[in-house]
């Protein structure tokens, strides 16, 4: 596959990728990980 020839279609692939990431996040945010709740690590907010 000739990546050089086709770079912009990658680059607006990745774009596209990197743009659903950061909407979802934002739509959604993140669940806290097992460390930092309470049943089973750290929980940062005592």
């Known amino acids: 596959m000739n990546v050089i020839r086709y ?3 990658f680059l607006w692939f990745s774009a596209v990728l990197i743009l659903a990431g950061v ?8 669940k806290l990980g ?4 309470k049943k089973f690590g750290f929980y940062w907010s005592h």
């Open 7 to 9: 770079k912009y279609v």
């Open 34 to 37: 097992i460390d930092f709740t």
């Open 23 to 30: 909407a979802s996040v934002a739509l959604w945010g993140l």
